[in-house]
């Protein structure tokens, strides 16, 4: 087991816990944090379609893509929350999401090229989709309490989904010899999957005793649903790091970026959460 990535992992959860722990969701600082995140994230995605020769326009699709977060932020705050007065409606936001979906494909009439543009046009609506659309169910969650409190859900399933990945480490490596996906991440045994679906069940019963059986202030789950996520987060989870290793894999890179020893960049940090937290809003929206 790598010691030193591991002691990095801690230094990091040591900042980001109390920061999801102590700041209400409402003020700005969390705003920032989420755009931050969105953005490395989707401007290293497009790093990677660059290095397997994809075109993408980087600025435009980062930029175009912050901006539907950034709309995500109001519109959910603005279900308690304004500042002066001023928010995003639910059908303002997918007008913004509309004009970001259909600015990419007008660049297109910009390119003497066409083969070109519509390459680049794919390329940069991937992105938007992979990074930004799925990063706004974080957002989604972070804001779905009381916005005076700390954004528990996002919290939620950030936790769920680090202590998964600790589980499937520490399975995959000291009892790994059945390979998951071996032609696209051959470290990944079915052991480690399992490892992780063992933690994250015991952080969902934890999180279900201390919370009084509490996502946030909004909402309520039981036991039953505390297994079923516990079972659901890893394997979701898991898919969404494979989708990531098969497009790191068919441009040939091994990390997103080398922004943090061991664990690579932020994609490689939220390739999970990316899908996690869109399975979590529509569980809680249908079973919740």
């Not at 977060?69 to 303002?92: C, E, M, P, Q, R």
């Not at 494909?105 to 003497?112: D, E, Q, S, T, V």
């Amino acid at each position: 087991m790598d010691k030193k990535r591991i002691i990095i992992a801690l230094c990091i959860a040591a900042v980001l816990i109390p920061a999801f722990c102590l700041v209400p969701s409402r003020w700005p600082i969390g705003l920032i944090g989420l755009l931050l995140f969105a953005g490395f994230g989707t401007w290293e995605f497009y790093g990677l379609l660059e290095a397997g020769g994809m075109p993408a326009s980087k600025k435009w699709g980062t930029a175009s893509g912050l901006v539907f977060v950034a709309a995500t932020w109001f519109n959910a705050l603005g279900k308690h929350f304004t500042y002066d007065g001023f928010s995003i409606s639910d059908n303002a936001l997918w007008c913004i999401l509309l004009v970001v979906i259909t600015s990419n494909f007008f660049r297109i009439l910009a390119y003497p090229n066409l083969r070109k543009g519509l390459e680049s046009c794919m390329g940069t609506l991937l992105g938007i989709v992979y990074v930004p659309l799925l990063w706004s169910f974080v957002v989604r969650l972070f804001l779905s309490g009381d916005p005076s409190k700390p954004g528990w859900a996002a919290f939620y399933v950030i936790l769920c989904m680090k202590m998964a990945d600790s589980g499937g480490y520490f399975f995959g490596t000291r009892f790994g010899k059945h390979k998951l996906a071996p032609t696209i991440s051959p470290k990944k045994s079915w052991e480690g999957l399992w490892g992780g679906v063992g933690f994250c069940v015991a952080v969902n019963l934890v999180w279900l005793i201390v919370s009084k059986s509490q996502i946030n202030s909004a909402i309520s789950f039981s036991w039953v649903h505390a297994l079923v996520l516990g079972f659901l987060f890893p394997i979701v989870g898991t898919l969404g790091d494979l989708v990531e290793s098969m497009f790191k894999r068919a441009v040939d890179v091994k990390d997103s970026n080398t922004m943090v020893y061991g664990l690579g960049g932020i994609l490689d940090m939220v390739d999970s959460i990316l899908f996690a937290a869109p399975m979590l809003y529509i569980y809680i929206e249908l079973f919740l």
